[in-house]
């Protein structure tokens, strides 16, 4: 037995025999509502000790524990059942306490299912033990510790503005975010982050109905924090109320807990609760806590444990003794039953069924989704000239007039993207015609901005976040991958967080740059499970593709990246200045997911594959060729993931010899990609590859040394073209 569950048998069963003699008058509500506290509180507790006893027998994965933690149960009964809850991964107290609060749950079967990766489990499905249930409104998170609070903080804000908008949302508009984390993961700048912007947001007068509640036992893992480094963090920030409760004596947490829930709920901004608590049994069952604690410290925390507070609180109500350890025992049994009745469960049993919530492609109903949006935007007014001619920046930002038009959960924003219009003036003019609700400045930090995006996106509202430019993805990343993309797969699909987000990068542009403004490191991007990934190069392509993004961020929830080349927002010419052989009028209403663009030439003896910049410098060096005999035709691939496979093996068997074209670095680029599929596919060749340096891009006229340039193009063309006869 562990020896937690011991002690608190012997000290109930001690003071079984010693205050038999001091029963209290039984004050039934009273003890109603401590019954419900405990009944959470020892499943909670049960079930970590369960959790270990099944991983010893091969049947669990996993044994992080809410024990010591269990007055969060407080937290769960103080706020509605219908407040949405991104939990702690020590929050079992607050999952079972939210679980009586709807009828016909099953809180002990959903988590042992999670301990067992079970298959019907019913949120992950087996895939991760997580807390997380559609019908108790806890969305599940992920073990990154902190990255679930910028999400939070997004569903906050993006709740009062989509009942603002009038848009459908899963949330009552007086509802409260909840969102626990530990002490050590509140100094991640995650959750510093989170925090700041949750009251820079409160601060400019907006709702943000956030409760933050920190479960402070002391420790990350093996690390102390010092007793006093939350409440000297967060106890005075400006905006924010402080609360502190003791988790150890839940009857004083009570009203403060109860306070805490009801401050957000009125005043509709921000409140931090430090509950603070200790932790039993270690960080997680192999963690082993005397290594790096006295076992004299660790006895100590027993005295504080809240169950023992609570029985406490029972009998101080009237109740026995012997009932409550009657209760205690019993609890145990039924889970104990219910491992049993678990044993012929099955487990996920193919990569098909593991992978099925990833991406869940309908590319036909994506396409009527797009005619609806076509049906829904402005009719063209009569007598209007022909459609105009559009650079790239003009036709995206024609594409997200005609999308906040058409639909009004569409919304827009980022840095400098509302008044200003965009470092590039690809959102001008949308502020003013749409309104600050909808197209709107954001704090300057992209791990807010994609938060904002997933909470906005849980809300019911279609986001169109703008990173202003792809060096700048890179400190927020693991907002897609960590959060947008896994959602999905530890949901299978019952939380959505669809979401485009435009990100201006790669190369070229010329007089502006050094690395920070050219970056074109996209492998990060590349290999994030589900995610989309569009490059548009031309004007035509780009006001369909983004539709087609939007498309399916409705349809399928399908969280897409459209990287938009800097070089092209404004280039009007191709082959020679003043041609304006580059605008294109947007004729093309949709592009599905995954097909490419074919420049064709019937009687090319070569296939240049490439997207972005180099689409525009393998046509001009396709010209070139041309003078000198060789015919080449260009493939645009549009979208870089999913790779269009089929359209890129069709162009290579259709002249014999590829050119991967790749302006992203040799290393990690696009192009590996590309020479992979084309290998796979059986395609003998010959293949030749293209790419810029393995480098960051210095300043001004130095990044030609590590761009891809039309020459080498050029060069790597003729000796594809002498290599043998077809
Ligand atoms: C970003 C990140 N870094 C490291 C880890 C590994 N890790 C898991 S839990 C943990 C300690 C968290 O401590 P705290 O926030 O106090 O929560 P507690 O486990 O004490 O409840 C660490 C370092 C992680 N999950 N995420
Ligand atoms: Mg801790």
């Known amino acids: 037995m562990d020896p937690l569950d011991t002690y608190f048998r012997t000290s109930l069963t001690a003071d079984l025999s010693e205050s038999s003699s001091a029963i209290a008058l039984l004050d039934s509500d009273k003890s109603a509502w401590w019954w419900r506290v405990f009944e959470a509180q020892a499943t909670s507790r049960h079930l970590d000790f369960v959790a270990r006893e099944l991983q010893q027998a091969g049947r669990g994965f996993y044994t992080i524990g809410s024990s010591g933690h269990e007055s969060n149960a407080l937290v769960a009964m103080a706020l509605r059942p219908t407040d ?183 005043q509709r901004r921000p409140v931090f609760l430090h509950l603070r608590t200790v932790r039993f049994g270690g960080h997680a069952g192999s963690d082993a806590e005397v290594s790096y604690r006295r076992p004299r410290e660790i006895e100590a925390d027993y005295s504080r444990d809240p169950l023992l507070a609570t029985a406490s609180c029972l009998r101080t109500a009237g109740v026995s003794t012997a009932d409550i350890l009657a209760r205690y025992k019993a609890i145990r049994t039924e889970i104990d039953e219910q491992v049993e009745a678990l044993a012929d469960d099955r487990r996920l049993g193919s990569a098909a069924e593991i992978m099925a919530p990833l991406a869940p492609r309908h590319p036909n109903e994506v396409a009527d989704t797009v005619r609806t949006l076509q049906r829904m935007r402005p009719a063209p007014i009569e007598g209007q000239r022909p459609p105009k001619r559009r650079t790239l920046a003009e036709s995206i930002n024609a594409a997200l007039d005609e999308l906040l038009t058409a639909d009004r959960r569409v919304i827009v924003f980022g840095e400098d993207v509302g008044v200003k219009g965009g470092v590039y003036g690809v959102t001008a003019r949308l502020a003013r015609q749409h309104g600050a609700a909808r197209v709107f400045d954001t704090l300057l930090d992209e791990q807010a901005i994609l938060g904002l995006g997933l909470g906005a996106g849980l809300a019911g509202l279609l986001p169109i976040p703008e990173v202003q430019y792809l060096a700048y993805l890179h400190n927020a990343e693991d907002q897609l991958r960590g959060e947008g993309a896994t959602l999905p797969f530890f949901s299978q699909g019952r939380f959505r967080n669809p979401m485009v987000v435009r990100i201006a990068g790669l190369g070229y542009q010329k007089g502006f740059g050094g690395h920070f403004h050219n970056d074109n490191a996209v492998a990060v991007l590349r290999d994030i499970p589900g995610l989309v990934v569009a490059c548009p190069t031309r004007a035509d392509d780009a006001a369909a593709m983004l539709r087609t993004c939007v498309a399916a961020a409705i349809t399928d929830a399908t969280l897409s990246v459209f990287l938009e080349p800097i070089a092209l927002y404004h280039q009007r010419d191709l082959y020679q200045a003043g041609d304006q052989a580059w605008l294109a009028v947007a004729e093309n209403d949709h592009v599905p997911i995954g097909r490419a663009r074919s420049y064709r030439n019937g009687s090319a003896v070569l296939t240049m594959i490439s997207f972005g910049n180099g689409v525009p410098m393998s046509l001009r060096v396709a010209r070139r060729l041309a003078a000198s005999g060789v015919t080449a035709q260009v493939l645009d691939l549009r979208w870089l993931a999913p790779l269009p496979v089929a359209d890129i093996v069709a162009a290579a068997k259709s002249t014999g010899r590829v050119l991967v074209v790749d302006e992203t670095r040799h290393s990690g680029g696009v192009g590996e990609g590309v020479v992979t599929t084309l290998v796979e596919s059986g395609f003998p060749g010959p293949i030749r590859r293209v790419a810029s340096e393995d480098s960051f891009v210095p300043l001004g006229t130095a990044a030609e040394h590590v761009l891809l340039s039309e020459d080498e193009i050029e060069k790597g063309a003729l000796a594809l073209a002498e290599m043998g006869e077809r």
Not at 152 to 165: E, S, Y
Not at 235 to 254: E, H, K, M, Q, V
């Open 84 to 266: 949405p809850a991104l939990l702690h991964y020590r929050s079992g107290g607050f999952y079972l306490a939210r679980a009586q609060q709807v009828p016909r749950s099953t809180p002990i079967r959903d988590i042992l299912q999670g301990l067992m990766g079970l298959a019907d489990e019913p949120i992950a499905g087996g895939r991760h033990k997580v807390f997380g249930h559609p019908g108790l409104a806890v969305i599940p998170q992920t073990s990154t510790i902190a990255s679930h609070l910028p999400r939070a903080v997004g569903l906050a804000v993006a709740l009062h503005r989509a009942h603002r908008l009038k848009v459908d949302c899963e949330w009552p508009a007086d509802a409260v975010v909840v969102c626990s984390f530990g002490d050590a993961s509140a100094n991640h700048s995650t959750a510093a982050g989170a925090i700041n912007s949750a009251l820079a947001t409160a601060f400019r007068g907006l709702p943000v109905p956030i409760l933050f509640v920190c479960e402070d036992n002391g420790f990350g893992i093996s690390v102390p924090t010092p007793a006093d480094w939350i409440e000297a963090a967060y106890g005075s920030r400006p905006g924010l109320r402080y609360l502190i409760a003791d988790g150890s004596d839940p009857g004083s947490a009570w009203p403060v807990i109860e306070q805490a829930a009801d401050t957000v709920r009125d």
